[in-house]
């Protein structure tokens, strides 16, 4: 005998007191991972006012470069040259010409000519061209001489402007009323959502944020922006085929490797970051390739470079969709900080109501401490 009584289907799907078969669970689509943020962490400090300041110095360079136009000398007879900078040689300076074997000494500095000795020691003398870098070996004083001039560096003071981040929530009385499949509460929901939206955001500006070109400090019409780290890179910008990085049809690890010696050699820095977007990230995952080797019975194939190791610094590769497709930057990660502004992170603010909603706003206010520019460098075009 079949069942007569009132059954799950007497009614079809419209039975109001059936609940739907619906998972309790919202998927959210949308990229909200920060990795350059995450690798970077927390900063020590906050930042104090919304021009965020902070001082650097650094040696005396023992590198300088001949600016003499028209200079080829091919022997010993050249015994004075010019220049760029005359304030980093002294008299008693042993002088070496990049890739040369000759070494000079100088026994005279005049504003930013300089008498030599050449050939010093036995060397033998070679060409010294205009533009040839030259490299200070060390300074001899004589014994029993009075102090040379005193030589001292100006400490900079560098700054950056901080940046307001927010985003709205406002939540109608019968929808926070009301039991929403997936959600408890709509409004912590919204405000779960909008923080991870400014966190992008944020590692977004962080890399490709620009500073307005006048009122930096903004105004009532001028939006306060913060300087990102390709904008305040201004020293080691390398493009393929010029100094260290050769040019090559794909990314190579000589390329690499020559952004890090380049920024070594700037600042004597060693950069521990390597970031990438997607395209270059599987370049570089591509340079193992040729001495992978796997097991016969292996069922997993690995092909990525999480870290990469050169005589330069032992970097960990981020991946961030975020940076430009030509563009690889490497950056030493203790000279870098995302700085709030005191009691400004992010964080949660409710708003007055005029009606029958609940209103709020997510707000943060940070900016970007990127010390000692030197020690950080950009490959584009690659």
Known sequence: MS???KATYSAGSALPEIVD????????????????LDALGDPLHAATSTRHEWIED??????GQISQSGLTDAG???????????TLFRAGDQVQGLGKNEVVLVTAVSGNTLTLVRGYGGSTAQPLADTTKVGIIGNAAL????????R????SRRSNYTQIFSAAVQVSGSEAAVRSVGVQDEVDYAKTSRLRELLRDLENTLINGVAPTATQEGSATVRRTLRGILASITTNQMTPGNGNIPSADELSEEQVNGAL????EASGSKPDLIVVGGSLKRKLNALIQPSQRYSTGGETLKNVVSVYESDFGVCRVVLSRYMPGDALLVLDS??????????????YRGLASAGDYTSGEVLGEYTLELRNEKAHGVVRGL
């Open 152 to 155: 001292f560096t100006v400490r």
């Open 21 to 36: 078969d619906l998972a309790d669970l919202v998927s959210i689509v949308g990229p909200h991972e920060t990795a350059l």
């Open 334 to 347: 203790s000279r870098v900080s995302v700085v709030p502004l005191t009691g400004r992170s992010f964080q």
């Open 76 to 86: 010993a007879n050249t015994t004075s040259i010019t220049v760029a900078d005359g």
């Open 3 to 5: 069942f007569s009584g």
């Open 261 to 264: 010696r380049t920024v070594w």
């Open 58 to 63: 650094e040696l005396i360079s023992n590198n």
């Open 143 to 150: 014994e029993g001489a009075d102090a040379g001039a005193p």
